[in-house]
């Protein structure tokens, strides 16, 4: 698992963290035919701001990874593009809006939670699968928040859907780096970050 990670991870990682500068696609989809989507929106970094975002390492090569072993549909950036490339765009654009959406996201910051869950300006009660996510991350030991000021999906992929389409489709899942970073951390990835979302993953079948 760990080495197929890493494997994976040379593709993020290329170009300073910009990716495949020669890819035709900013966003690169595999379609399983899943209602659940798996996404990592800032795999590689991106412009944001009118200026250019760090990356939210390790979250390509985690989502690759849990897509193929799950047999679940994925959407990925696969480089850098010095202008605003959103994957809130790309989804209206290619009419694939009709899913449930889990925006794999990471954060460096000591802020005492583990996992933080967007739900943008819905409710706790709009989700149907939120407690239960919250249950699966209790199970594995993970401290958890939802809509954490810093990391609430508002800007994101969650808010954008819910403005669009007024449902609550999305959850934005802000992974603390220990839980990535299968580089320094491989047992903590192994054994708690991939068992975790697979559980997650389930939840939606």
């Keep these: 698992m760990i080495d197929t990670l890493k494997e994976y991870n040379k593709l993020f990682m290329q170009n300073y963290s910009r990716g495949d500068e020669n890819s035709l696609d900013i966003f690169k989809y595999i379609d399983r035919d899943s209602k659940l989507i798996l996404t990592a929106p800032h795999s590689t970094r991106s412009f944001c701001n009118k200026k250019e975002k760090i990356a939210d390492l390790y979250t390509g090569a985690l989502v690759k990874y849990l897509g193929e072993q799950n047999n679940v549909s994925t959407i990925i950036r696969t480089k850098f593009t010095p202008y605003k490339a959103l994957i809130s765009d790309w989804?209206?654009?290619?009419?694939?809006?009709?899913?449930y959406f889990l925006d794999i996201h990471?954060?460096?910051q000591d802020i005492g939670f583990d996992i933080c869950?967007?739900?943008g300006e819905?409710?706790?009660k709009d989700y149907p699968y939120l407690a239960d996510i919250i249950q699966v991350a209790k199970k594995y030991g993970?401290?958890?928040?939802?809509?954490?000021?810093?990391?609430?999906?508002?800007?994101?992929?969650?808010?954008?859907y819910q403005k669009i389409f007024n449902q609550p489709n999305v959850i934005q899942i802000e992974i603390k780096k220990e839980l990535r970073d299968f580089i320094c951390c491989p047992e903590t990835v192994e054994k708690v970050t991939i068992p975790f979302l697979n559980e997650v993953i389930r939840i939606y079948r």
């Design 91 to 99: 989804i209206v654009q290619n009419n694939v809006q009709q899913h």
């Design 142 to 160: 993970l401290k958890t928040i939802v809509n954490h000021p810093n990391y609430c999906g508002l800007k994101g992929l969650t808010g954008r």
């Design 117 to 119: 869950l967007g739900i």
């Design 106 to 108: 990471g954060f460096n």
């Design 122 to 124: 819905f409710e706790e």
